[in-house]
């Protein structure tokens, strides 16, 4: 409702009560809702948490990187506490910044998650494209995407400390899997949420430029760029295609030309131009746990229309999965939503 828009002294719309539904790609909602029916999802992420001090890493954080403050990086503390006002969080994460050339950002912790951006990345974007950064890593908080993602990098450090033995190869490997194609959505997601606390696609568009391996934007053809993904995306060699799906499986993020085109699609979509005028869900609305089978429809929609449009050959032969995906979802729920069975 446009009367709850609020204008930041930065003339950027905040979105109160923001529901992260609103921003959330379709296939992250599914693919999560996927892990949640796991049988005994729940207690692997409950064991998996016991392994490790959340306190410990809270602590390497303190001792070893610049926590972000009013007298420390004091313009990315402005940044960290507008991405927040422009989300409506609940709490302001902390951040630290640690010596690193490379470009990388990421959010960690299970109970409070915080924010951790290499020097790399802080020198080279710019103030507009830093906001897109921070506001990115806020979508992850506020969907809650921390927990899962911890999960996963603690146990691919479990996959790495058993890699000579046989269960490596066969389960761990496959719940991986499962998880780094979720996150290749969840970052699809938060790509939204940066795109909406700073609401200048050209500012997230250079960003992800630069993570790309644009060091000046400047020097680089904006069309030419985006044509890489179509490109990448129309292979015509089905060798090709079992290369991308070779390739993609050990990623935790999308590659980054395709995440470009896909958030520069979403932001000249209507679903965007809403969120602007004030028609989002709020947290207020949202159910006490979310209807698994409706995210599991909706990815099935999202894979199939993303199938239906694209020339790669290898899709197009599986082109028909996403209505059966979407089909077997509404049997299962037939068959559980009724109380004999639940999701956790």
Request: one cysteine or more; aromatic letters at 8%.
């Amino acid at each position: 409702m446009t009367e709850d828009i609020e204008v930041s002294r930065h003339h950027v719309v905040r979105f109160p009560g923001i529901s992260p539904r609103a921003y959330e790609h379709p296939v992250d909602r599914g693919a999560l809702a996927t892990l949640r029916t796991v049988p005994g999802f729940a207690q692997v992420v409950k064991a998996i948490s016991g392994f490790y001090s959340e306190r410990g890493e809270r602590l390497m954080a303190l001792a070893s990187s610049i926590r972000v403050g009013p007298k420390q990086y004091p313009e990315l503390d402005r940044l960290r506490h507008e991405c927040a006002e422009t989300l409506d969080l609940p709490s302001v994460p902390n951040l630290f910044v640690y010596q690193d050339p490379r470009v990388v950002a990421e959010t960690v912790g299970m109970d409070e998650p915080f924010i951790r951006v290499s020097t790399g990345l802080v020198d080279l974007m710019s103030h507009e494209s830093l906001r897109f950064v921070l506001g990115h890593e806020m979508g992850h908080v506020l969907s809650g995407h921390a927990v899962y993602r911890t999960i996963m990098v603690r146990l691919v450090m479990l996959q790495m400390s058993l890699s000579w033995t046989p269960v490596s190869a066969l389960g761990i490997r496959a719940v991986i899997a499962a998880l780094r194609e979720w996150f290749r959505k969840a970052e699809l997601s938060c790509d939204r949420a940066g795109l909406l606390c700073g609401q200048d696609p050209t500012a997230a568009l250079r960003a992800q430029i630069q993570v790309a391996g644009g060091i000046d934007p400047a020097r680089i053809d904006i069309p030419s760029f985006l044509r890489q993904a179509s490109e990448y995306e129309s292979v015509e060699d089905v060798r090709d295609s079992f290369l991308k799906l070779r390739f993609v499986e050990t990623e935790s993020h999308p590659f980054a030309v395709v995440r470009a085109a896909q958030l520069q699609k979403w932001a000249a979509s209507e679903e965007y131009r809403a969120i602007l005028a004030g028609d989002y869900p709020r947290r207020d609305d949202d159910a006490p746990t979310s209807d698994w089978k409706d995210d599991l429809k909706s990815a099935a929609k999202s894979y199939k229309e993303s199938w239906n449009s694209s020339t790669d050959p290898l899709t197009k032969a599986f082109s028909d999965v996403g209505e059966a995906v979407s089909s077997t979802a509404g049997k299962v729920w037939s068959k559980f939503g009724n109380g004999n069975g639940s999701a956790d």
